[in-house]
């Protein structure tokens, strides 16, 4: 009896209530049957959320890269586990088998262990799309060590607070990166992180695009060398079930970002099981996901679930305009992709160059699309579903969430049907639950609330690392013995769930999750500003980009404006990336307050979307004078 792999409707109402009766009997069948362990668990599940504390498959052993290595090589040893394609589609492809992919990390593996790097230590890996990403990942695990992936895009004051968070001693990296046409100084960047970093002993650099870098005598070494020299043999260090995988960064509604803490088993057996039946997975699929492993679709999703089964994964360096904005499409007929998951941005910005670039490749080999990262708008879906996938790709709208760890609401293509701008029905042993503000969960269909899941799953999240009580705060303290999403969500007459978006201060810009409050404590640094208030606004690419309100210490002061918005958005991109940058910057002379001094965002939030014929009683701000002044000069 297995039901690893749902192939009906039917039986996934089957399965999905047989995994909400009885949780512990099917999550302990999925992993007894389909996984690699050392030692078998003594107890499934024990939970309390108002701790909250959550183990899955307590006292088991194993190492989640025997799952995804060495259990393959008798059987596909000669298949391609990672199928890197180069920003440069000149470059040829390179195709790692599963055979390459064990001994290029044991290799890798071994280095680490020679650098004194041992189980629960910390190891930051910013490094770009390239195969030693992967790898880098997975030697990490292999020893034991906890891996902190901070994405290559990112800046050096990003990157420095999150190797101090953790206390990494060991970063991984590389000379440079390429990105379309540009390459990227990476090796730069972490020159100037590290030196907030004194703890970090030792750099790792991958030779990628071959610059004239800075070398740290005693601290930074080439990897290759070191790689050529190690053994391609190394045993896997023996895991408990519990012991931390990853810690993986994600912005908050306020303060510094959060390390979300995922352990070992209950992660690898949830990724593995969603991946295989939301994709579809079959034996010889080429499967690819076009984000990158900064985030944590990329973990889940490139890395860890594909592996998990054996699959081929592509792992694409480049970008969706280089050369042109054709590249996807040539990709996916170069190497006959079967599975094809993006983000609703890349669909929109494709989208905007017709369809001419589509239709000038074979895209025949398609068989499922998916879409993560935000909610996809009716007509991206449209154009996704029609002329990518000619009508007979399904689209699966997968929602989740770098704290759940896989996907929690999605279809299952050509199981469940799909309905545009819906993620559909939840997972199988993903119990939702929409919530008034007063705190009641509100039954039936046809309701709109606050999502909430009110039971464990394997791949939750178990903490934020070096702080349980913000955990607590942020995700179980709003709903009693229930986790907080941040979502709204509603649900339609026949069940299925739309997911409308964040409810707290987190805007997805271009599918990456910004927290308003780090972008204000970076423009509150520049010498001229008083104060700022950030808030989304609709951008027909980008889903929603960025609106500043910036007061001036002087609002008087005769400078150019245009130069002061030039050096805030250089403040930012400093502090937090690029991504964080501003679209529009109006100076105000106020931004409007509550008597008790907070900031009604809901009002900017309002002008700046030109939707200002409902504003709300406005009568008892503090200073409502200010509200028809930002009015009249917006941008
Ligand atoms: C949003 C990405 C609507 C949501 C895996 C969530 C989505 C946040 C979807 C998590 C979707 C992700 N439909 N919204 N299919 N997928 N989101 O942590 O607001 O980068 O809370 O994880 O993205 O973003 P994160």
Same mark, same amino acid.
């Given at each position: 009896m297995s039901n690893y792999h749902i192939k009906h409707l039917e039986e996934?109402?089957? !399965?999905?209530? &047989?995994?909400?009766?009885?949780?512990?009997?099917?999550?302990?069948?999925?992993?007894?049957?389909?996984?690699?362990?050392?030692?078998?668990?003594?107890?499934?599940? %024990?939970?309390?959320?108002? &701790? #909250?504390e959550v183990t899955w498959f307590e006292g088991a052993k194993l190492n989640i890269t025997e799952n995804c290595l060495d259990r393959h090589l008798a059987t596909r040893g000669d298949k391609t586990a990672i199928l890197f394609e180069p920003n440069n589609p000149d470059e040829p492809a390179e195709y790692i088998t599963y055979r390459?992919?064990?001994?290029?990390?044991?290799?890798?593996?071994n280095v680490l262990k020679d650098k004194g790097v041992t189980k629960g230590d910390r190891v930051c890996i910013y490094v770009p799309m390239i195969p030693e990403l992967a790898?880098?990942?997975?030697?990490?695990?292999?020893?034991?060590?906890?891996?902190? !992936? !901070?994405?290559?895009?990112?800046?050096?004051?990003?990157?420095?607070?999150?190797?101090?968070d953790c206390d990494c001693k060991v970063v991984i990296t590389a000379d440079g990166s390429y990105r379309g046409a540009k390459t990227i100084d990476l090796k730069g960047i972490v020159d100037e992180a590290l030196e907030d970093c004194p703890d970090v002993?030792? !750099?790792?650099?991958? &030779?990628?695009?071959?610059?004239?870098?800075?070398?740290?005598?005693?601290?930074?070494?080439?990897?290759?060398?070191?790689l050529d020299k190690a053994s391609k043999e190394g045993k896997a260090e023996v895991m408990d079930a519990e012991d931390p995988l990853f810690i993986l960064y994600t912005s908050g509604s306020t303060g510094k970002p959060k390390g979300m803490v995922h352990t070992t088993a209950g992660y690898m057996v949830y990724t593995a099981y969603t991946f295989k039946n939301v994709f579809q997975y079959r034996?010889?699929?080429?499967?690819?996901?076009?984000?990158?492993?900064?985030?944590?679709?990329?973990?889940?999703?490139?890395?860890?679930? #594909?592996?998990?089964?054996?699959?081929?994964?592509?792992?694409?360096?480049?970008?969706? %305009?280089?050369?042109?904005?054709?590249?996807?499409?040539?990709?996916?007929?170069?190497?006959?992709?079967?599975?094809f998951y993006t983000a609703p941005t890349a669909i929109r910005a494709l989208a905007k160059q017709g369809a001419e670039l589509v239709e000038k490749y074979d895209l025949s080999s398609l068989k499922v699309l998916g879409s993560v990262g935000e909610p996809i708008n009716e007509e991206a879906w449209h154009w996704y579903n029609d002329v990518v996938g000619k009508n007979k790709s399904p689209i699966v709208d997968t929602w989740w969430q770098t704290e759940t760890g896989g996907i929690m609401i999605t279809p299952i293509p050509f199981v469940t049907p799909t309905k545009p701008t819906f993620a559909t029905l939840p997972f199988i042993g993903i119990q939702p639950a929409l919530m008034d503000e007063s705190?009641?969960?509100?039954?039936?269909?046809?309701?709109?609330?606050?999502?909430?899941? &009110?039971?464990?799953?394997?791949?939750?999240?178990?903490?934020?690392?070096?702080?349980?009580?913000?955990?607590r705060d942020t995700y179980f303290s709003a709903y009693e013995n229930k986790y907080f999403t941040g979502d709204g969500a509603l649900r339609d007459e026949v069940g299925y769930y739309r997911i409308t978006g964040r409810v707290d201060d987190v805007i997805i810009v271009s599918g990456h999750n910004l927290g308003t409050a780090p972008i204000e404590d970076a423009i509150n640094e520049h010498q001229a500003v008083a104060e700022s208030a950030i808030v989304g606004f609709p951008h027909d690419v980008k889903g929603s980009a960025l609106y500043g309100y910036v007061t001036l210490k002087d609002f008087g002061e005769a400078r150019n404006q245009d130069n002061l918005r030039k050096e805030i958005n250089q403040l930012i991109s400093d502090r937090i990336g690029p991504i964080a940058k501003l679209d529009k910057i109006q100076f105000t002379e106020g931004l409007p307050k509550t008597r008790s001094g907070k900031i009604m965002r809901r009002i900017l939030r309002k002008i700046a979307e030109n939707n200002t014929s409902d504003l709300g009683d406005i009568s008892t701000l503090l200073n409502p004078e200010v509200v028809q002044s930002i009015i009249d000069n917006k941008l």
């Open positions: 996934y109402f089957q !399965v999905y209530r &047989k995994s909400v009766r009885e949780p512990e009997n099917f999550w302990e069948e999925v992993a007894e049957e389909h996984f690699l362990w050392r030692k078998k668990w003594d107890k499934v599940l %024990s939970w309390d959320f108002s &701790k #909250p390459d992919l064990y001994e290029r990390v044991n290799q890798f593996a790898i880098a990942l997975l030697a990490c695990a292999r020893i034991g060590a906890i891996h902190s !992936v !901070v994405f290559a895009g990112f800046s050096s004051k990003a990157l420095s607070t999150r190797i101090n002993e030792t !750099v790792l650099v991958a &030779k990628r695009i071959h610059s004239d870098i800075n070398m740290k005598e005693g601290r930074d070494e080439w990897l290759q060398p070191l034996e010889h699929d080429v499967y690819w996901c076009t984000a990158d492993i900064g985030w944590i679709t990329g973990h889940s999703y490139i890395v860890y679930g #594909p592996l998990a089964n054996g699959a081929t994964t592509v792992m694409f360096e480049g970008v969706p %305009s280089y050369p042109d904005f054709g590249r996807f499409w040539e990709i996916v007929q170069k190497h006959k992709v079967n599975q705190g009641t969960e509100l039954k039936g269909n046809q309701v709109e609330g606050r999502l909430c899941i &009110k039971y464990p799953w394997p791949s939750m999240a178990r903490t934020i690392w070096g702080n349980h009580e913000r955990y």
